[in-house]
Structure formats: structure tokens, C-alpha cells
């Protein structure tokens, strides 16, 4: 018997250790439940539902703004988005969701006759016509069958390719897409002609939606994530609608740029630039900051910009392996001109077509316009630079201010009008040379373009608190390092505190709105899980089933000791008692399994891991299990939510 007493003695002292992190926190400061670093719309979701919850939260801003990569500019009289224009995919896409919930508008761009809605001019300036486009097209589709096997059955022995498959999420890869093109051209003995221009095809494709150059891109992971499936769509009124109703009940602070951030105690201190003295005080931080902050921030030294703004100190340094994922993951940079004319008519045939490709010869280079006559019913061009263009593009000027010259892009031909430039450049003149570049490659390929009456050009990379467009998987990086990015941070006490939302840490959302949303849900839960776990009954109720477990398992021990069993003869193969030492044995099996088991579920995070390389098979039922957890702070009507529900249950059914 004294052995079930010893374990209720080892059990309580080690619910007296569970217990420390929740002892009250004394003083007259404002303590809230959680503060929200960033008021784009993973901080918004994030607060919007822990406020749902019941939780006391703000939202520190730096912008004098919300949305952070969502930003409708309305100065030009139209709804213009500077960020996110697309929803990607309608089908069980949260986003989507939300805007048939409040009314509003979306225009689809890509429809199944996706042929019609689009017209191709090859780098020369000449329009391609159908047969091009097929031998193109075709050109394309054997290279990604070609650049899919390549990636994930490189030329190993066939131990490593089922190496490969089983820890493909977080096996990384030194090749990039530009080198499997490589091997392709030589493969298929491709003219130097041949390789050049289809590499211009292969770098439109990927440039303009990973936003980095195929040079940068991992071939193993460029693909990874799921894809929603109906309609690419867009809010003729703005992105801004979505951020509007979310935000509408939080408490947010503006202006508010985060310096530097204090979880060496409970509660955590988090300082705003400006007020030293005046910290934000809460028992939970979320930071939603974006890539190209939290690489700046964990490296120390601004990489684009020449400014510490927005950058933020971490105290005590966040974990290496972290820093290692920050580090690996690549920031993209994509930009956008919008090219406002009094009408589009030089657009003459090609007027009813909404995309127009101009291939160009420099990667990244204004290749693709939108035209928004088609959505928005005025004459205006979305023209997108983006890569090492794009980034070239925006430092252009910090170059030029600081050694009077004008970088490697003032070389180019298609720079020439950058050239004119002299000194620090001004936004005006910088918009100015920007939308020469776009217009020039318009005007390889129609006549008499009038100049635009007026134009917006965006900055991301240029922005101190975005620095960069998107994340994307970068040569190197897996999609196990989106999931280090996200994984929270553990204080001394051995309780998740310090939590990480925004796309960049969502291995299957990426780079989307509805990635950013579904984190901010994500992190909002898992807060929700470890308050309640300091202070409720779940920490107790662990306390209890180990207690129970531990106790009944050495009674039953004990008794097992004293009436031997045909069992204990079976299992031990002879017929003595069982031994003492035997019976202390299993009892700390058990303790430490379940130790272990906490542990592994809540500390590391294994088991989710584990579980998602199984569910993650089937797209569909994935991205309904993730809406799933959102569905609770949608306020959806009861209807809307059974028809969820029910398809969820059909997926679990199944
Ligand atoms: C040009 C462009 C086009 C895009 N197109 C699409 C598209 O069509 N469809 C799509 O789905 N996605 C698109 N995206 C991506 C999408 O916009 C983002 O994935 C999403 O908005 C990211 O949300 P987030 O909350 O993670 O980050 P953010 O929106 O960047 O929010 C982070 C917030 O933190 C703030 N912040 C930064 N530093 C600090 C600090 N030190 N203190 C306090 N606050 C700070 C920022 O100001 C910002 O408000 C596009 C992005 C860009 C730039």
C-alpha cells in the first residue's frame, strides 16, 4: 500500500510544480488577458474571436492605419487594393465565407473559360495566337510533370526516394526551379533560342505568384499547400470591407510601433516606441508581424532598409530553431501600378480580355496587366512587377540617395527613364519613373497609349513594417520551418505564453488572406487552450487523471502482489510474487508516460505534426476541418453553420 501513497506524494508535488505559473500577479497596472501585436487581418481575426471569447485584448498598430497588407487606397476615387486584391479559391474558403455573411460584392477574374479571359504577346511584342499558345501550354505542363518528379525522386537509390516520401515536410531541398529548368533544357536539347524564351514563360508563371525568381524557389516545396478549389474572385469595392467588419467592436491603438517585447516574466511587457516608461502589460502576447519584420528583428540589422523602424527586440532571444526558420523562409517581393486613363480604347481588340501577358525579357518586368474595366467598370491597368526586379525596383533610390547613383537596374534599357533621376528621389518622381517602366512595355505592344491621368505605385519591400510582399518556400526552407515560425514560445514556468499568427506561419495557407485569417483563429484557440490550462480545471483535471491513473494502477499493482494471478504467471513466466522493484518500475512507466505524453502534445507538438501528415492527403477535408474552427466567430446563421457541419461530418465519416 505504501507504494500508492508514495505516488499521491509524486503526483502532488508535481501538480504544486503545474500550478506556479498561475499564482496572481499583484499590482495597479492594467494587466490585459492578451495584446495583439499588428492590426492586419491575422492580429484582427485573432482579436475579434479571443474577444468573442470573453478575453481582454488590445491591438498595438503601428500604421496609422489597420490591415497591414490589405489596404484599399480610396484617393484616386476608386477602391483601389495596394495589397491583397484575390480571394484564392471560393470553395470552403473562410474568406469567401465572410463575404457572402455581409453582402459583399466579388467579381470572379478567372472563370472556367479561363482561354477567353486571357491574350499572350511573346517577349518580341507579337500577340500569339492559338497554335503558339497550345505548344507553349503544353511546353509548360511536361515541365511541372517534370520539375514534380525531379523534386521528389531526385536521382537517389530508391531507400532514399521512400526516405524522401515519409519526411518530405521536412526534408529540404538545394535545388531550386531554375535548376531543374536547367536540366530540363538539356534533357529535352532545347536551343539556346528555345531555352531562353521558354524560360521567360516558366519565370511569368512562377514570378508573378511566388513573387521571388525561379533561381530562389525550392523545387520540392514551390507547390506545397492546398488549393481551393471554384473561382478566383475580387471585391470591386476593396479588401478594406472584410478588415471594416471584423475590427468594428476591438480596442485598437494606432500608431502604435512595438519596439520591444519582454517575456522574461508574467506578465509579459510590451513596449511601444515613444513611451519607455509606459509598457503594455498581459499574461499572453500574440505577435503577428510579418516575415521580413521578424527577420530584420532576429537578425539585427535591417536588410533592405536603412532604418530600425518596426523592427522589434526580443528579450530573452527567441529560440534558435525559430531564428533558423525565419531565416530559411524567403520574403518575397511583388508590387503593383495602377495606370488610371481617361479610357482603354488602344486597347482595341484585346479591350475584352481581362489578363494581358507581355512576356519580357527582364524576369519579373511589368508582364501581366489586369485589366479592371472588366470588374470595377473603369478604365484602368494593374500592371505587377516582382522578384529581384521588383526589389532591385524599390531600392533603387536608397542607392541613389546615398552614393548618387542609380543601381544595376539604371543599365537596363527599360530603366532609361530612371536614369533622368538625380539625388534623393521623392515619391512623386520615384511613382513617376516607376509607371515609365510599366508604359514602356505597353508600348512594345499597342499603339498610341495615351499617359495614364493618374497612377498608384506600391512600396512593400520599401515598407518598415512589412518588408517584403508575401513569404514563399525558399530554396532551403521547408514546410516544417512555416510551422517553427508559428510554434509558440515557452516561459520558465513551462507555459506557452509568447504566441506567432500571420501567413508566413501556416505551411498549407501561405502567402494568402485566407492564410492570415486562419492563423489569427488558430492562435486565438491555442491562447484560449493554455488559459484555460493555467487557470482552469484542464490543468486539473490532468492533475487528477494522473493522481487517478497513478494510484489505481499501484493498488491494482499491489494487490497483483499479493494474490498472484494466473495473469502474473503468464506475464512474468513463473509463479512468485512480483517483485517490489517491479512494482515501483511500472508505476514511474506510467507517471513518465504520461508525463511525456504532455510533454510531447503541448510543449513540442508532435502529435499534430504527426496527425496532419495523415489528414493532410485530402485537400478538401483539411481546409474544411480548418474552416471548421473558424465557423464558431463567423456568427454565421444556424442554417449556414449545419450545412458546414454537416459536410465536416461527411469528411469524418469518411
Ligand atoms: C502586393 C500584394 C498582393 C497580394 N495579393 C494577394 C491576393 O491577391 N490574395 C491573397 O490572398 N493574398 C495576397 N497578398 C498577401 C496578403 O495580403 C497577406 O498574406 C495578408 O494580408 C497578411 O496578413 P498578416 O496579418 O499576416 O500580415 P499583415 O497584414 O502585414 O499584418 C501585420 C501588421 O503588423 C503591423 N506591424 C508591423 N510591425 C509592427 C510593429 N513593430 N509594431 C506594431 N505593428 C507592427 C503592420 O503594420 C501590419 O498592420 C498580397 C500581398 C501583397 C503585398
Request: net charge negative; with cysteine; glycine share 8%.
Amino acid at each position: 500500500m505504501w507504494v500508492g501513497y508514495w505516488i499521491i506524494s509524486l503526483c502532488l508535488i508535481l501538480s504544486s510544480i503545474a500550478v506556479l505559473p498561475i499564482l496572481p500577479v499583484f499590482g495597479e497596472e492594467k494587466i490585459y488577458d492578451v495584446v495583439v501585436v499588428g492590426a492586419g487581418i491575422s492580429g484582427l481575426s485573432a482579436a475579434d474571436a479571443l474577444t468573442q471569447m470573453g478575453y481582454d485584448v488590445v491591438v498595438l498598430e503601428a500604421k496609422d492605419r489597420i490591415g497591414g497588407r490589405m489596404w484599399t487606397d480610396n484617393s484616386t476615387g476608386m477602391p483601389l487594393d495596394r495589397g491583397a486584391s484575390w480571394i484564392h479559391g471560393i470553395k470552403y474558403n473562410p474568406i469567401f465565407v465572410l463575404t457572402e455573411k455581409y453582402h459583399i460584392r466579388t467579381e470572379p477574374t478567372v472563370s472556367d473559360a479561363h482561354q477567353k479571359s486571357h491574350v499572350y504577346y511573346d517577349s518580341n511584342g507579337n500577340r500569339m495566337d492559338d497554335a503558339q499558345r497550345k505548344v507553349i501550354d503544353g511546353r509548360f505542363a511536361d515541365f511541372q510533370k517534370y520539375l514534380d518528379k525531379s523534386a521528389y525522386y531526385p536521382e537517389h537509390p530508391i531507400k532514399e526516394q521512400l526516405f524522401d516520401q515519409i519526411f518530405l515536410y521536412s526534408r529540404d531541398s538545394e535545388k531550386s526551379i531554375q535548376n531543374i529548368l536547367d536540366n530540363y533544357a538539356r534533357e529535352k536539347g532545347l536551343s539556346d533560342k528555345d531555352k531562353a524564351e521558354f524560360e521567360h514563360v516558366a519565370n511569368y508563371h512562377f514570378v508573378n505568384t511566388w513573387a521571388a525568381d525561379i533561381s530562389e524557389i525550392s523545387a520540392r516545396h514551390y507547390g506545397m499547400g492546398i488549393e481551393y478549389g471554384g473561382e478566383e474572385k475580387v471585391l470591386p469595392g476593396g479588401y478594406v470591407q472584410i478588415i471594416d467588419k471584423i475590427s468594428s467592436e476591438l480596442d485598437i491603438r494606432l500608431s502604435h510601433p512595438v519596439n520591444k517585447i519582454d517575456y522574461s516574466s508574467n506578465p509579459i511587457s510590451v513596449y511601444v516606441e515613444g513611451m519607455p516608461e509606459q509598457p503594455f502589460k498581459a499574461e499572453y502576447v500574440l505577435v503577428t508581424l510579418p516575415l521580413g519584420v521578424l527577420k530584420d528583428s532576429v537578425s539585427g540589422k535591417p536588410s533592405l532598409l536603412d532604418s530600425t523602424k518596426g523592427i522589434v527586440n526580443f528579450t530573452p532571444p527567441l529560440p534558435q530553431n525559430k531564428v533558423d526558420s525565419i531565416n530559411k523562409l524567403g520574403m518575397g517581393v511583388m508590387n503593383k501600378a495602377y495606370l488610371i486613363f481617361n479610357d482603354i480604347s488602344f486597347l482595341e481588340k484585346d479591350a475584352d480580355y481581362q489578363f494581358i501577358s507581355i512576356m519580357n525579357k527582364e524576369k519579373g518586368a511589368w508582364s501581366f496587366f489586369l485589366n479592371l474595366n472588366k470588374s470595377l467598370g473603369k478604365p484602368v491597368l494593374l500592371a505587377f512587377n516582382s522578384g529581384d526586379y521588383g526589389k532591385k525596383l524599390e531600392q533603387l533610390d536608397f542607392k541613389r540617395s546615398s552614393s548618387g547613383n542609380a543601381g544595376n537596374l539604371a543599365n537596363h534599357s527599360y530603366a532609361e527613364p530612371l536614369k533622368e533621376l538625380v539625388g534623393p528621389v521623392e515619391q512623386d518622381e520615384y511613382e513617376r519613373a516607376v509607371v515609365n517602366l510599366a508604359m514602356e512595355n505597353l508600348r512594345r505592344t499597342y499603339k498610341d497609349v495615351p499617359e495614364p491621368k493618374e497612377a498608384l505605385v506600391t512600396r512593400w519591400a520599401s515598407d518598415p513594417y512589412s518588408r517584403g510582399s508575401y513569404s514563399y518556400p525558399a530554396v532551403g526552407s521547408t514546410p516544417k520551418d512555416y510551422e517553427n515560425v508559428a510554434e509558440h514560445v515557452m516561459d520558465k514556468f513551462f507555459s506557452a505564453r509568447l504566441f506567432f499568427a500571420g501567413e508566413a506561419t501556416e505551411p498549407n495557407n501561405w502567402g494568402t488572406v485566407h492564410g492570415g485569417y486562419l492563423s489569427g483563429i488558430r492562435s486565438a484557440n491555442d491562447i484560449d487552450f493554455w488559459y484555460r490550462w493555467n487557470h482552469g480545471y484542464e490543468r486539473w483535471a490532468y492533475v487528477f487523471v494522473a493522481v487517478t491513473l497513478g494510484v489505481g494502477v499501484s493498488w491494482g499493482i499491489a494487490a497483483w502482489q499479493r494474490y498472484e494471478t494466473n495473469l502474473a504467471m503468464t506475464l512474468l513466466g513463473r509463479s512468485q510474487e512480483v517483485p517490489l522493484y517491479m512494482t515501483v518500475l511500472i508505476s514511474f512507466t506510467v507517471v513518465f508516460a504520461m508525463v511525456m505524453y504532455y510533454w510531447l502534445e503541448f510543449v513540442v507538438g508532435i502529435f499534430p505534426d504527426f496527425f496532419d501528415f495523415f489528414t493532410q492527403s485530402d485537400d478538401e477535408c483539411y481546409t474544411i476541418s480548418r474552416l471548421i474552427d473558424a465557423i464558431p466567430y463567423m456568427n454565421l446563421s444556424p442554417q449556414e453553420e449545419a450545412t458546414f457541419y454537416q459536410q465536416y461530418q461527411r469528411c469524418i465519416d469518411t
